[in-house]
């Protein structure tokens, strides 16, 4: 029915008869002539209808919005006075000499020219993926899928397909729950990600495995959370943690410079005790040039109680941030801050606007300055290399508290004042702590399978609290882009992480005995990692939501407003899969 | 950790150092010389170590199979007397001078040289999965997606994910639920296809589209189900049916040319009617030379009832087989045939063995020719082309059970008479009936979106009997491949669909409201198909069952071995989703 897209005719087509096929993107009549932009998934092109062929004019000045038609006509170069620049097709436009209405469309129900709700934008999806701002980022997620395929494939990846329908995962999240009819009372979960059967694939020998596959967590949904969402997952054996970052660095490398025309620098790696001590993050925002300076040092002498209890606290911590232009911030503005830190549990936010470096009390404008003498005054200004019209943050709390508190006020600051490069800045982050302790009992920072570095099962038991894995996660502006880590190869070590998380053997025999047991069949060393590919995406496209490159994403709530999913269920099927709907107040406390 | 793929060294690496890893495939001892075969993904190779060097001669002597090593040796070429043409590796051996064990393996908890049960090979899939049967399979499934992928990239289609959490759809199986959390009392379901959503995004002008994905039916399972499975989906717009199986067909073209050197032979088409007629089959296994033989016109006036009736019905058929060589089977075998006709309904199975073709009853054995004159007899050989020594076989009955039980004869006699080519035999299917009739109402041979070949609305309505829908099957060696269809566009046709299936506005408002609204924006034309990926593969390979595809199938029960799903839930899980285990007596009738 075509000869062309309509995004693709150009100049080449010149004095060329083509067949076009596409939708009114609009349609109007100027000084007697209907001019029609007929859009489709290429682009758009501007096709006239002179009154000379009157049926084809008639038709042509009934067409409204949306209508899907087809047009023949002559490509002709446009007057050099009309050439559109923006357009891949602006130098041209198609004389009409056919126009044939495919299909009709009523008034559309929403406006895209207004400010149309997203519940709205879901509920018409198809509307909506019509925009061509739409239609190019499910064209550019393509592409990526596409070109990350064929590095993989090309790099000696194996892509596998693993189950949906499986058995609870370990991440930690909520899984949704899948009733079996032929096994009732029992459940199946979606998986939260494929950790397991990739470790068995290595356990296979398959050596080099990879997947674009669903994951599911049913968590409370934010901008960047979707109840499905998908991972570029990745695993191989005999590799260690520095090659799989190589490669899969190169990976990303090579998908920036394919679609973005991007040379990524070459990724520093930073550890996490560095990440956290300077950015106040374990996933830094590299474009901010402003850093946490830690001063505990200086005031662990001075009276105020305030900076000094946390100085003398082998768990407190006390820091600076320096943000340069910062001394023109009002009252007003220092207590939104104070509120921001808040957030993160700081109880107050001192300030020292500087007047006039290395001049003491003098020099600055300090709420504080009075509990200071003026060499340490003088050594914040200097350690925070200020200046003139600065104004240096102070956070003093646990060091947990100062850490989040200050990274947040970093990334806030930064971006108030306009601090960011606009370049992309990339980076690994390494040697992770193994466990984080809560509730008096150890977390996995990571996931149980993860690796220590440089440890024995007995060691790793000793001591977890000092305990590093052998992870590493891909940042990229201040997002994860992606994490994973060497994952333990052998039984007793397996044992020893369940031991430390309070997993006891027979849990770890019931919820893994699977993996223990395959762990006994000379399983390789083996790693990976796995990549939000939604994410990806929504940074290298500059969306601000994931749901901005999915098809059809859910709602916040987890809806889809367009088939109306969830839905009901008739009692047949509830009694074939021998579960009953409970009324809600039956809750338990 | 290593140098090249064990299954890789070749004559090429004669005279280098090499390292390799992998599982001890076998070590023996022989003549004082520890032989071991390393096995990795790509192969296995030979790796000799003597005992000049007495570490890595002791080591080696204490392998066990399947033990994790890494090796460091020097590539040889084999002796002429020791050259195995069989193996990728066969012209050399490796010297080895280091040996270290990466990681033990206890002796295998079971013996695949000995007759292993599936489901011990599902509980130890890592270990199935190592025997390069096994591991050859995965890697030629993950080389056919990335063919597939390739092609349709390449070929303009876009690949978007579409939800697996979603509505139910109406494939006409059973839906797998999932309750929501924060919409409690309802459900998704996974979908049986993305049938709804691939024609949404026609709808959103995506032109054309493909993903391989997930599908999911809670039905009942046999050698070729499972209830997650893999298909490769199409949709396009403005392409006939003509167009959507040439593109398709140049596919599977393609793939088996890349994959198996290949050269199918151009698909012919074939109409349903012809198929059902000729070959008792909608999916045509076209190895098989055997042909059903109409001869209900020679048949009308004989006194034999069990002939003549449905000779005489309208919706009656007398068809006959004509089996090579088939005078030679014996009374039993021929009881053996009765009886497995009889599963399809037929009430007997009348023969007729050929001892001299045009000599009337003379000239065959058979105990119904006593009620047919010579002409018959004669005419019937004739029409046959059946020759002395063959079996002329017979069914009478409705027209259904006759193809049904004549056709799986067909395949039955076929192959034990081992009359099949070696040829793969591919071909379309076409012009299927829009509705079947059943119970005194209509079902959507294929589903309620398929559009009819050259009806309106009303025509569809007033001859819903004689409808065909503009449908096609790709059909290989008797498997039915893929199926598609032209989908309706317009609203009209949509709902005089959904009146002829007997689904109200009223139902069809609310099942498919969200489908019969997009229909009003300008729906482009389209149409599509799907391919069963794993059977597919299956064929490929030549695999028994769809399992020997997969990494991680079910059992016909619907359970992993493996990781014990599905599992039991907790009680404050299914607190949170509003749901409650029914004890299986209170089952309703």
């Given at each position: 029915m075509r000869s062309h897209y309509c995004g693709n005719v150009t100049e080449a087509q010149d004095g060329q008869e083509v067949t076009l096929v596409g939708w009114v993107n609009r349609a109007r009549n100027m000084g007697g002539v209907v001019f029609l932009d007929l859009r489709d998934r290429e682009g758009i092109v501007q096709v006239v209808y002179d009154p000379d062929l009157p049926e084809a004019f008639a038709t042509a000045s009934s067409l409204r919005s949306e209508f899907c038609v087809q047009v023949?006509?002559?490509?002709?170069?446009?007057?050099?006075s009309q050439i559109n620049k923006n357009m891949n097709t602006g130098a041209i436009e198609v004389l009409g000499k056919e126009l044939t209405i495919i299909n009709r469309s009523e008034p559309l129900p929403i406006d895209f020219n207004t400010d149309v709700s997203e519940e709205q934008r879901l509920k018409y999806r198809y509307l909506d993926l019509r925009r061509p701002e739409m239609t190019n980022k499910l064209k550019f997620r393509a592409k990526v899928t596409s070109e990350v395929r064929r590095f993989l494939d090309d790099s000696g990846f194996m892509d596998v397909e693993t189950p949906i329908l499986t058995a609870a995962t370990p991440e930690g999240a909520r899984d949704y729950l899948v009733p079996s009819r032929t096994h009732k009372g029992q459940f199946f979960a979606l998986p939260q990600s494929p950790q397991l059967f990739k470790q068995l694939l290595m356990m296979s020998g398959m050596d080099k495995y990879y997947q674009i596959v669903k994951c599911f967590?049913?968590?409370?949904l934010?901008?960047?959370?979707?109840?499905?969402?998908?991972?570029i997952d990745i695993e191989t054996s005999f590799m260690s943690a520095e090659q799989v970052m190589a490669e899969t660095e190169t990976m990303i490398r090579t998908l920036f410079k394919k679609m973005l025309n991007v040379d990524l620098p070459k990724f520093p790696h930073m550890t996490y005790a560095e990440a956290m001590r300077r950015f106040g993050s374990d996933k830094p925002d590299l474009r901010n040039p402003l850093e946490l300076v830690d001063v505990a040092d200086l005031l662990k002498e001075?009276?105020?109680?305030?900076?000094s209890a946390p100085a003398n606290d082998p768990e407190g911590r006390v820091a600076t941030l320096r943000v340069p232009g910062g001394a023109k911030l009002s009252r007003k503005q220092i207590d939104e801050y104070t509120k921001y830190v808040g957030i993160y549990g700081a109880k107050g936010l001192a300030w020292m606007k500087i007047n006039e470096a290395g001049n003491g009390i003098e020099g600055v404008q300090s709420p504080i300055a009075k509990f200071l003498s003026d060499d340490i005054v003088n050594a914040i200004v200097e350690r925070n290399g200020a200046e003139a019209g600065d104004i240096i943050l102070f956070g003093a709390d646990s060091d947990k508290v100062v850490t989040d508190a200050m990274g947040a006020l970093r990334l806030k600051a930064g971006e108030d004042f306009e601090l960011l490069s606009g370049e992309w800045a990339p980076l690994w982050v390494v040697d992770f702590p193994m466990f984080e302790k809560a509730d008096g009992r150890y977390y996995a920072l990571h996931h149980p399978f993860?690796?220590?570095?440089?440890?024995?099962?007995?060691?790793?038991?000793?001591?977890?609290?000092?305990?590093?894995?052998?992870?590493?996660?891909?940042?990229?502006?201040g997002c994860e882009?992606?994490?994973?880590?060497?994952?333990?190869?052998?039984?007793?070590?397996?044992?020893?992480?369940?031991?430390?998380?309070?997993?006891?053997?027979?849990?770890?025999?019931?919820?893994?005995?699977?993996?223990?047991?395959?762990?006994?069949?000379?399983?390789?060393?083996?790693?990976g990692l796995a990549f939000g590919l939604d994410r990806l995406i929504m940074l290298m496209v500059g969306a601000?939501?994931?749901r901005e490159v999915m098809a059809f994403p859910k709602t916040t709530t987890a809806a889809c407003p367009l088939t109306n999913a969830p839905g009901t269920a008739n009692d047949e099927q509830l009694v074939e899969l021998a579960i009953a709907r409970m009324p809600q107040q039956e809750k338990q406390d």
């Open positions: 023949k006509g002559l490509v002709r170069l446009r007057p050099d967590r049913d968590e409370d934010r901008a960047d959370r979707q109840p499905e969402f998908t991972q001075v009276e105020f109680k305030v900076f993860t690796a220590p570095t440089n440890m024995t099962p007995a060691e790793l038991e000793a001591n977890p609290d000092t305990a590093l894995s052998d992870a590493y996660d891909m940042v990229l502006n882009l992606g994490g994973g880590s060497v994952r333990i190869h052998q039984a007793d070590m397996q044992a020893a992480a369940f031991r430390v998380l309070g997993i006891s053997d027979e849990e770890a025999q019931e919820k893994f005995g699977f993996l223990l047991d395959a762990l006994k069949y000379g399983t390789p060393p083996h790693a601000e939501s994931i």
